[in-house]
């Protein structure tokens, strides 16, 4: 549901990444181009504030890791306010996933307007709780005002391969709710999914009939169902019900379809309730847990890039990496150099596995396994020039047949090995050279992201 977002954000980052080094111009064109792809996917206005906000303030204040691309420093920071605002943070405790904690039979009221996939979610969550938890569970239907609503769900009942509560033509709301708890006792259900009458739309009678039966049957769980096609419509259905009803947690159905995705962004923000789950398509098993974290990346289309950072933050030797950039600029990057970035590169893990964590590069990294170039390349490479004098290191230039024989046997390499080891250097030198013309910064970066 969030590909217009994502690919808006993905043009943003691009043009960033292609700076290298970033000033605070950068950084706030960036921002704004962000704030309108977010208001563009129709994110509430005051989520969009607080969001860009909080990156501005984050990504000026904060120490660029040199030897990550500060274009991947930003993506990060965005990364975390987003995983932030689908309440994902650290110290959120939002509940994630059904809360079913509590003494059997556990209540779950089902609450949302006529439409929003409220009948359909209840069945996706009956089956699941059958077959993944093994619980005994107890379909009733409240939807006296539709006799077809009751009808529905005693279909899907049957689909998901558990009970409805035999229907009873003239009964109240809260007669259905009172005999299907009763129901559930005697017959030690663990769950009991209470399907509220849906509306068209927000209506004082049919709110206070959900409100009577939500005090009478005291839920676990008050789950609102949302549509997220409905976008902004959505979230304000949502604040009506977390005033009027009160409810713990949302589900959000059709992400499979287009939605643009700023109510998922906004729904935590403007409700205080957690989305808890995701209904994506109309089959009874496509309901997804919500992860906060998970979103974020698939809105930044990021791959792993996050962990990348991480990594590399964790890894890299600061200190180190900034004197190799300074080497690089004077040009004078040498072998010994180069195989303490082979080093650093090492400490990181596999390159393919550092390579799988990039966005958009699967192919690349397909060929360079089927090259095998991995951690053992990398390694052979330091054997090499650990092999070598010092002065060979020093100036490679004087590295001719006879040098390269002595290093290969000292390796256990080949000559052919050595050669490109040292083809690779030229080319890199070469290249660090020309964009040291370009008056580009921070070399490690082409090194390493
Ligand atoms: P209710 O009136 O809120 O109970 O809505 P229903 O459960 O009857 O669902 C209305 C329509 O939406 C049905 O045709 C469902 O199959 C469909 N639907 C429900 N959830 C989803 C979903 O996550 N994705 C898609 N594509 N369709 C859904």
Redesign the pocket.
Known sequence: MFEALSSKLNGVFDRLRRRGALNETDVAEALREVRVALLEADVALPVVKELTNKVRDRAIGQEVIRSVSPAQQVIKIVNDALVEALGGGEGDTGQRGLDLNAPSPVPIL?V?????????????IALRLRARDRKKVLLASL?VHRPA?QL??EQ?AGRAEVTSLPIIAGQSPLEIAARAMDVARRELYDVVIL?TA?RLAIDEALMAEVAAVKAATKPHETLL?V??MTGQDAVNTARAFQDKVGVTGIV??????DARGGAALSMRAVTGAPIKL?????KLD??EDFHPDRIASRILGMGDIVSLVEKAAETIDKAEAEKLAAKMQKGLFDLEDYAKQLQQIGKMGSLSGILGMLPGVGKIKAQLEDANLDTKILKRQAAIIGSMTPKERRTPDIIKASRKRRIAAGSGATVQEVNRLLKQFDDMSAMMKRMNKLGQKGMMRGGLA
């Open positions: 089902m949302g307007l006529q439409g929003s996939g409220k009948t359909t979610t209840s069945g996706k939807d609503a529905q769900l899907l399907d849906g169902v549509d997220a959000m159905t059709r992400v499979d379809g995701l209904g994506a398509g109309e496509a309901l």
